[in-house]
């Protein structure tokens, strides 16, 4: 048996798939031929673009932006006002943070200051990525990476707290992202 929970104010694009226990919440936006595995949940504001993998397992939180051509791994965690651009890939239980200020109860003021990760960068499994924190371009954030700090483009990062290893080889970039649009 199918169960399958999508708004009637969810905007599916073209042959979208949602699989059995996922839930898509009101005013979320999925592009055409883009797919959501199995109890994974897709609060509400949310736009996820063209030809882009949710895996199983994955929460995104309400206001998150996931570009086209993306693949979003099991047990990922995408907190409150990220943002993913094209062509990202986020590696098995990702987990972005938004707020510097942890307490107790609700009776307080949230500054939300959401990690961004840009056109082309690569997350493995297991990063934690802190508060806006931005990862460049077609950065590397290799496996169990803890990022404290912004991440310049085309760079390799590494560790607890993560630290540059070297640049990302040319032979590993993508096309720029202007040319990649032609």
């Known amino acids: 048996m199918k169960s399958v929970l999508i708004s009637k104010k969810a905007k599916l694009g073209k042959d979208v798939y949602i699989a059995q226990g996922a839930i898509i919440q009101d005013d979320v936006e999925i592009g055409d031929y883009s797919r959501v595995f199995e109890y994974s949940i897709v609060k509400s504001k949310t736009r996820i673009g063209s030809r882009t993998t949710v895996g199983n397992h994955v929460c995104i939180e309400p206001g998150v932006t ?73 950065a590397l954030i ?22 540059k290893l070297r640049n990302v080889p040319q032979d590993e970039l993508l096309p720029d992202k202007e040319k990649d649009k032609e």
Not at 119 to 137: F, T
Not at 143 to 157: C, D, H, Y
């Open 66 to 138: 996931v570009g086209g051509q993306c693949s979003v791994w099991s047990q990922s965690h995408l907190t409150s006002g990220l943002i993913v651009e094209d062509r990202v890939f986020l590696g098995p239980m990702l987990m972005t943070t938004n707020t510097k200020r942890i307490r107790f109860g609700r009776a307080y003021e949230v500054d939300v200051e959401a990690p961004v990760i840009r056109y082309g960068a690569r997350i493995g499994a297991a990063v934690v990525i802190l508060p806006g924190v931005e990862i460049g371009e077609q």
């Open 142 to 163: 290799g496996a169990g990476s803890v990022v404290t700090k912004s991440v310049p483009p085309r760079e390799i990062w590494v560790g607890n707290p993560a630290r």
